[in-house]
């Protein structure tokens, strides 16, 4: 499978629209953004688990995750630091795929990586085509300090919802507030209407 996403293909939001979201600049470096040091996760010990309201897991091993439908994904990212780098290319399993058969009533997730960071998303914005388990950058495994082996890729939302080195997702019934999120950055986190902050 080789399908970009709809809505991800490098042309601006909306026909007319602009491309930056409001507030931010364009870079083509792709600076790093941790806020602790860098997990060393290997392939060999990597897992990746979902969790339900109920407790129930479903884990999946590296060699798992990659016999799995794969996608290319070609996506703009936007960091609440105002950086924003167009045409970001990434491959990686669709959360769709990832949550495919899992019973659940949450509306809430949230993402646990390696090495203790979190981060708190709506169920409905990692389903329908949005969100990726991505393993792959600009056609290379991706790079430690970029999240690898794996990390979340949900580029409608400020990229600190994206968290690298992810360990598993919990599915909640209500909001749990992540790392961020604690600290009183926005719960949504939308760059076209700049939801930086908790009140914007
Ligand atoms: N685990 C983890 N994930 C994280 C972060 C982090 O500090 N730890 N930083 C977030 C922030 S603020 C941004 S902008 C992006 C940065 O990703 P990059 O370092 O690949 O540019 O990762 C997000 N995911
Ligand atoms: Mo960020």
């Given amino acids: 499978m080789n399908e970009l996403s709809p809505g991800f293909h490098g042309r601006p939001r909306t026909p007319s629209g602009p491309r930056l979201p409001p507030g931010q ?27 339900t309201e109920t407790g129930a897991e479903r884990v999946w091993t590296w060699a798992e995750m990659l016999a799995l439908p794969q996608e290319d994904v070609r996506a703009d990212i936007h960091c ?7 045409d970001t290319r990434w491959r990686g399993v669709s959360l769709d795929v990832l949550l495919d058969g899992i019973e659940t009533e949450a509306d809430y997730a949230l993402a646990y990586s390696y090495g203790g960071y979190s981060t708190n998303l709506p169920l409905a914005d990692l389903t329908g085509g949005k969100a990726w388990l991505v393993h792959a950058y600009g056609g290379e495994p991706l790079e430690p300090e970029h999240g690898g082996p794996a990390r979340l890729l949900v580029p409608h ?30 719960d949504y986190g939308d760059p076209w209407r700049e939801q930086r902050l908790q009140g914007d």
């Avoid at 609440?80 to 167009?86: H, Y």
């Fill in 157 to 186: 939302l400020y990229f600190w919802k994206s968290a690298k080195w992810l360990k598993s997702l919990r599915l909640t019934t209500r909001h749990i507030a992540g790392f961020w999120e604690t600290d009183g950055y926005h």
């Fill in 80 to 86: 609440v630091t105002r950086w924003s780098k167009f």
């Fill in 25 to 51: 600049y364009l870079t083509t470096g792709f600076p790093v953004l941790s806020a602790g040091p860098t997990p060393t996760v290997t392939e060999a010990r990597w897992r990746f688990t979902i969790e």
